[in-house]
């Protein structure tokens, strides 16, 4: 360190001497980077104090910028003498008598305006965990809290991955023990690291112990390029996601169309706003259909994820937390989950079982910033991240006689953030359920077959003739493109996450003027069923949607523009995604099952309206023409016949002669 410090007195003496006619004072400081290779959080221990080490994680609290005293003159009141004091580590530790010979006085005041401060700050740094090798359920991730100084201060935010080199230094805590009703001190120290050098990683991602995710090699690039020219490069990747969980052919395209993302408004500089590139998906679904096992496939092969149970987490666990430092009134930040999870993807599974409010995952899923006003800080965050969530139905199994919200106990406004959202029902099939068992018999019996690990092999891939099956649904078509494909040629976990990275960080697709016809198109269509009152709310950010999974589906193809088939297999996607949702218990298709209110909420919204009416006219008989126009002032979309129907079934009407009726809860006879 004393030889840096020569270095870097020497660079500045030079800098000082091609600007000596600047105003302001050049100061070179000398750091170290790339030493060596990071050594893991476990490895520190006591026998590395006062050795240079090299760390790597996530920023996880920031405190706040202090300045820190180094250096201080003391005034001897007596004989009037001033004496310097150097403070090793920042501990003020004043001298306890005067250094002149004859003076020897125990008072001494210290010089304000003879102080050198330097700016201080103190970081916690949290160990960058790989839920395949490391056994994180067992015990929280490793922390150590950084001290940066000078020039290093300010320049990470919370949820960053940053690189330190620095020193393993301890501190005394405040630790005590009672002995004999004595209060002694404990003796114990805590370590820490005073950082020379702090290397934020904006291109990195992320980081396990053995390999990195990053494309780095000739040959890593040409399998990326074999994947994308292959005729059936959607096939083998749906095929390769989550192999272990049987169908769900369109639930792994969602997912996947989620992973790789849309194209960042940023790279366009005709944007003056930016707009949120990122595509959120929800599925909703009966228990055992592999939910989970889909979300945690999803945090492996994602260059930078978070995967978070909704049961076991807070609102201050997913946003950022405010918290006060030990010893003096300043605050500082805690990030949570969306923060950390910044440029990548956040699974959180349970959603339906959150114990906080929904609210704090509004600002995040749309602004992708997260906003903070408490104790005199008021800041935001960015939180641009992928929201890949699971839920179960109320009740244990999806209820086709309740609309979406009913089933979910959710708002609107958390519901049309989501892109995409699934509803999986569990119904018998035969011959579903004999190929599920064949799959599930199969994967236990060759158990030596490890699906995120073979090489694979696409130039024995055969061609998939399109032709034969391109009258059939989007479901249809890949469930017979992905049989044809060989459980011997699926990709693994790290070239699927390679080959997204590279996606998502060079292709940006472009939309087409045709893509954009088809697409307007179908958004028109969707307004004109809304203002018949058949659909959910339809806005503008449904055209958002859109845009970013056409530009998610071109993207999967590496391909620089987005087509028309790109388009129609999208709208494909969303009108599939939520058929199990629109059938009714006997198998027929009700579009009109999709938003609104529920049968008996109609049915209670009716009966409400016809009392009102019953006490304002005095009497309780209404004739068919007026429960009719109730019907439609209420923009209930079921037939008049069949609504009158229920209501007698209930014991709600009484017929009193031809198209004539008796309100029987009305007070009024």
Sequence with gaps: MEMLGCLGLSLSLVAARRHQYSEKQIIVNARLFNLFDNQLFSCIKSDKVGQLISLEGFIVKVSSIKPLVIRAAFQCSKCLSMQWVDFEDGVFSPPDICSTAKCRNKYLELQRSQVITVS????????????????????????????????????CRVGDIVTVVGIVKTIKTDVTRVSRGIVKDAGLHQLFVVAHSLTTNKKRARSNSNSESTVNSLEQLQMIRTIAIHPMCLSVLIASFCPSIYGHELVKLGLLLGLFGGSDSNQDRSFTVRLRSDIHVLIVGDPGLGKSQLLRFCHSVSSRSILVCGNTSTTAGLTVTLSKETGSN??????????????????LDELDKMTSDFSALLEAMEQQTISIAKSGVVTSFHSRTTVLAAANPTGGHYNRRKTINENLKMPNSLLSRFDVIF??????????????????????????????????????????????????????????????IDRNNYLSVELMRNYIEYARKYVYPRMTKSAAKVLQKFFLTMRS???????????????????????????????????DRDAEEVIELLQESLIDAFTNDVGEIELGRRGGMSLSKQVKALVKTMQRESEIKGSSLFSKDDITSHIKRLKIDRDADSLIEVLRTECYLLKKGPKNYQLQSSSIL
Excluded: W
């Excluded at 069923?529 to 056409?550: K, Y």
């Design 120 to 155: 201080y700050q103190r970081l916690k740094l949290q160990e960058i965990t790989d839920s395949e090798t490391d056994e994180v359920s067992a015990r929280l991730p490793r922390t150590f809290e950084i001290e940066v100084q000078d020039d290093l201060v300010n320049c």
């Design 423 to 484: 509803i999986l029902v569990d119904k018998p099939d035969e011959s579903h359920d004999r190929r599920l068992s064949e799959h599930i018999l199969l994967t236990h019996v060759n158990k030596t077959v490890d699906f995120n690990n073979k090489p694979s092999n696409l130039s024995k891939v055969g061609v998939y003739n399109n032709d034969e099956n391109s009258a059939g649904t989007l479901n249809q078509r890949l469930i017979h493109q992905c049989m044809s």
């Design 529 to 563: 069923q809304d203002m018949l009152g058949r659909n959910l709310p339809v806005t503008t950010r449904h055209l958002e949607s859109l845009i970013r999974l056409s530009q998610a589906r071109a993207k999967l193809e590496l391909r620089e523009e987005v087509t």
């Design 330 to 347: 300043s605050t500082s930040v805690e990030a949570g989950a969306l923060v950390l999870a910044d440029k990548g993807s956040c699974c």
